[in-house]
């Protein structure tokens, strides 16, 4: 099935940082921290803290610390550690999206300790249209520095593990 870019909804950081917890929560995954955009044109802190908390409302939470910088969520279990940083996709020019996604992959790099952690990439499915990013984490990549994949495609969140291939543009 063809898209057209133009008709798709773009998703906010905070939608994509909200889903990507919410699928932490209800696979087992504890959540330590999170990190809060801000900037121009973004909503203010609390605001986000509260939709936040909003949408963790019935999900088994402890006590989830705000940092104001690092990755955008630290979730930890048995299994080991997560640190995820979180892109949505905004309103602007092509080349700001390419430069968003080249920083935000940089981030979670900068993750990058051992191999017990996990690193994740969550991103708004939108970057599928706008900027193929396929080519620009090649498995071999994902493998070595263990990059998991989240992409959130309107309300449904998908997980791609570094083995994966990852999905292109109407594939999902």
């Known amino acids: 099935m063809e898209r057209d870019y133009k008709v798709v909804t773009l998703s906010s950081e ?53 940092k104001a910088k690092g990755p955008d969520i630290v979730a930890r279990s048995q299994e080991g550690i997560w640190r995820i940083e979180c892109k949505g996709m905004g309103g602007g020019k092509s080349q700001t999206h390419r430069n968003n996604f080249d920083r935000a992959v940089a981030s979670v790099m900068s993750y990058f300790d051992d191999s017990s952690t996990r690193l994740g990439l969550a991103l708004a499915n939108d970057y599928l249209w706008a900027y193929n990013f396929q080519e620009r984490l090649p498995r071999p990549l994902r493998e070595a520095t263990n990059l998991w994949i989240f992409l959130l495609e309107k309300e449904t969140l998908y997980l791609y593990k570094p083995s994966d291939e990852l999905p292109f543009p109407g594939v999902i």
């Not at 087992?28 to 909503?43: D, K, N, Q, R, Y």
């Open 14 to 66: 905070l939608n994509v940082l909200i889903a990507t917890a919410l699928w932490l929560l209800r696979n087992g995954w504890t959540i330590e921290a999170m990190s809060i955009a801000v900037g121009h044109g973004l909503p203010s802190i609390d605001y986000q803290k509260g939709k936040i908390r909003e949408a963790l409302v019935g999900e088994k939470v402890e006590t989830i610390s705000f």
